[in-house]
């Protein structure tokens, strides 16, 4: 079975900085494209940040400049370093992976289980 499993969220004041971590487990033999989303109170999950296969990066407009996401293939990981963070930035973070190749073929769209990120005024 292939697992999504994201860690470093909590509680910062503003200005501060966090680094999220994800981590795919299972017998995997490539992966795709990775990714942060965040979900809000009350609001739809928005795109925060992708990283390609070839490391090519994209960014929402409300991040770019304060969050850089990087990959390590070898540790089949995914990281958002976020800094600067604002009141704005609190949300649920989930990490996804649009595609993996397991030992048991292709397996698509791939999400954690989410972690915390509240930053105070």
């Known amino acids: 079975q292939v697992r999504l499993v994201e860690s470093g969220g909590g509680l910062v004041q503003a200005g501060g900085s966090l680094r999220l971590s994800c981590v795919a487990s299972?017998?995997?033999?490539?992966?795709?494209?990775m990714g942060w989303y965040r979900q809000a109170p009350g609001k739809q999950r928005e795109l925060v940040a992708t990283i390609a296969s070839d490391d090519f990066t994209n960014y929402a407009d409300s991040v770019k400049g304060r969050f850089t996401i990087s990959r390590d293939n070898d540790k089949k990981a995914v990281y958002l370093q976020m800094n600067s963070l604002k009141p704005e930035d609190t949300a649920v973070y989930y990490c996804?992976?649009?595609?993996?190749?397991?030992?048991?073929?292709?397996?698509?769209?791939?999400w954690g289980q989410g972690t915390q990120v509240t930053v105070s005024s």
């Open positions: 996804t992976v649009d595609r993996m190749t397991t030992h048991r073929g292709p397996v698509l769209d791939t």
């Open positions: 299972g017998i995997i033999f490539t992966i795709g494209d």
